[in-house]
């Protein structure tokens, strides 16, 4: 049996991924200098990872030696639950509600490889999953799994914005889409308008030093700027605020993946609790979790923050 482009995707879509674009290595989908004017602006804040090797992202044959096909995928982590309207919990992102994104999505790449090599054992081939320097955005968007929406979230007429994006560099050719799919934001500012922190600067540009997920996540600041912290509007972990607002996930699907569903059901988290956990604690209750990003120590910068901004009932 011969490893073609259409065998791919119906492989992806028995190991569950729900969306897949293969597009060539050479067709790169993003002018480097627009990247680069991004960082001169200090978009990126603190997170200097991003500064380095700005070619090695913006081109997958430096960061995968003899890649000539990039296979996109995109994986649904929807599920139908509500924060609770309770001022003295945090809000979690819905993206870190269940297991880490990162341990679920490659598990299921990796299979994905696995069953690509049944039938092609000569390939080779790199995984990546948010921790490469890989502009998984805008190889989505050049892989037609969605367009690039002015919240910088990309998405997709069939499930909104609330998807994971990776991708399986490989060194073979393939029968590769060309359909782009089009800009749908049209006149909506609903994301910029409703951002409290005023982080969207401009359509499909986000200053990460001014939003809330990466104050809450990335920032290791003792203490939250209170530009930030007077904002928050209730978030411990992450904030969905530009995605809860957009029109176009009223098209959202409940995941077929469980291990996205909430753990032990909670969408949010008690400041208290958070404020006086230990480490021990701490380890076991978000061992494979994708909070553990934040560490402890800033769980409990943001409690501090959201406990002396928040108003009690």
């Given at each position: 049996?011969?490893?073609?482009?259409?065998?791919?995707?119906?492989?992806?879509?028995?190991?569950?991924?729900?969306?897949?674009?293969?597009?060539?290595?050479?067709?790169?989908?993003?002018?480097?200098?627009?990247?680069?004017?991004?960082?001169?602006?200090?978009?990126?804040?603190?997170?200097?990872?991003?500064?380095?090797?700005?070619?090695?992202?913006?081109?997958?044959?430096?960061?995968?030696?003899?890649?000539?096909?990039?296979?996109?995928?995109?994986?649904?982590?929807?599920?139908?639950?509500?924060?609770?309207?309770?001022?003295?919990?945090?809000k979690i992102s819905r993206y870190a509600w269940g297991d880490d994104y990162h341990d679920v999505f490659r598990e299921k790449l990796n299979a994905l490889v696995e069953k690509m090599r049944e039938i092609g054992p000569e390939i080779q081939s790199k995984i990546c999953v948010d921790t490469a320097p890989f502009m998984d955005k805008a190889w989505a968007v050049r892989a037609g799994i969605g367009w690039l929406g002015k919240s910088s979230n990309v998405i997709t007429t069939g499930l909104g914005s609330w998807i994971f994006l990776g991708a399986v560099l490989v060194d073979v050719e393939l029968d590769y889409d060309n359909d782009v799919v089009a800009d749908h934001c049209g006149s909506c500012t609903a994301c910029i308008d409703t951002c409290?922190?005023?982080?969207?600067?401009?359509?499909?540009?986000?200053?990460?030093?001014?939003?809330?997920?990466?104050?809450?996540?990335?920032?290791?600041?003792?203490?939250?700027?209170?530009?930030?912290?007077?904002?928050?509007?209730?978030?411990?972990?992450?904030c969905d605020i530009c995605q809860d607002v957009c029109p176009?996930?009223?098209?959202?699907?409940?995941?077929?993946?469980?291990?996205?569903?909430?753990?032990?059901?909670?969408?949010?988290?008690?400041?208290?609790?958070?404020?006086?956990?230990?480490?021990?604690?701490?380890?076991?209750?978000?061992?494979?979790?994708?909070?553990?990003r934040a560490k402890l120590s800033g769980l409990k910068r943001n409690a501090r923050a959201l406990s002396a901004n928040t108003p009690r009932q």
């Open positions: 049996m011969e490893l073609t482009s259409t065998r791919i995707k119906e492989l992806a879509a028995s190991v569950g991924i729900d969306r897949i674009g293969i597009v060539g290595a050479e067709n790169l989908p993003v002018d480097e200098s627009r990247f680069r004017e991004w960082l001169a602006n200090g978009y990126q804040a603190s997170m200097a990872w991003i500064e380095r090797e700005p070619e090695k992202r913006a081109d997958p044959r430096i960061l995968f030696p003899g890649c000539r096909s990039v296979i996109v995928a995109a994986l649904n982590y929807y599920t139908p639950h509500e924060h609770e309207p309770d001022a003295a919990k945090g409290p922190t005023g982080a969207i600067v401009e359509p499909y540009v986000v200053d990460a030093a001014k939003c809330i997920s990466y104050a809450t996540i990335e920032l290791r600041d003792e203490e939250m700027p209170q530009e930030i912290a007077v904002n928050l509007e209730g978030w411990i972990y992450g176009w996930n009223r098209f959202e699907k409940p995941t077929a993946e469980s291990r996205f569903e909430p753990r032990e059901l909670e969408t949010s988290v008690s400041l208290d609790r958070i404020e006086h956990l230990e480490h021990e604690d701490y380890v076991v209750r978000f061992r494979k979790s994708a909070i553990k």
